[in-house]
């Protein structure tokens, strides 16, 4: 069966810092991959999907970044992380059907 | 663009209550996903249901795609289904972008 996996939960960084989140897949192939954020309350914010190795698309210009290095992982960036970037990021992956799944998700505050 | 509204936003139920989400959306889409995400944070994929009608459990869902609307129907809520509930449809054009409504948050009161 499929697992993806992301880390870390939690994290608690200073403006100005550099940033990584890390998401992995298993149990599948050629997965598309997403990062979201969630800020206080509701709402999913797409920020970057990829179909592919080395195919990443952007949704919202940002100080953020992401990469596929291999198939199943999916990593999230930033060089200096500012107050706003602070929220719940969650990463996710889908099929064939396009149904998708999420990670547990990590919780960043930028101080 | 497409909009997808949700209702209604916030909804506080006694345990053994039934209840009824809705989502409407402004334009043709390819599916539509319902997903429960609970108080920690957790997103868990209830339903892909582009259209017709689907049941799991105490859940089920009906998608009336000509009528651009879907209804989550929750039976006898347990404190667990505590959490705020989303809907989110696929383009016609795009297969790997979701529009997202803002979700009802439901409350399960023992």
């Known amino acids: 069966s499929q697992t993806i996996h992301q880390w870390p939960a939690t994290l608690v960084q200073p403006v100005g810092s550099p940033l990584s989140l890390e998401c992995t897949v298993e149990g599948t192939s050629n997965p598309n991959l997403y990062w979201y954020r969630q800020a206080a309350g509701r709402g999913l914010q797409l920020l970057f999907y990829s179909v592919g190795i080395g195919q990443i698309s952007s949704e919202v210009p940002q100080n953020l970044s992401a990469s596929r290095p291999q198939d199943r992982q999916f990593i999230l960036s930033s060089k200096k992380l500012l107050l706003s970037d602070s929220g719940f990021y969650l990463c996710a992956w889908s099929g064939v059907e396009n149904t998708i799944y999420f990670g547990e998700g990590s919780w960043l505050t930028v101080v | 663009g497409i909009q997808v509204e949700q209702s209604p936003p916030d909804l506080i139920l006694q345990e053994g209550a039934n209840s009824t989400l809705r989502c409407n959306f402004s334009?043709?889409?390819?599916?539509l996903q319902w997903f429960h995400q609970n108080p920690w944070g957790q997103l868990i994929n209830l339903f892909y249901i582009p259209s017709g009608t689907k049941q799991n459990g105490r859940l089920s869902a009906t998608t009336v795609a000509t009528e651009r609307y879907s209804l989550l129907y929750i039976s006898s809520s347990q404190t667990t289904d505590s959490g705020v509930y989303f809907c989110a449809v696929e383009l016609m054009d795009s297969n790997y972008q979701l529009i997202w409504g803002a979700g009802t948050k439901l409350i399960i009161k023992p």
């Open positions: 334009d043709s889409v390819n599916n």
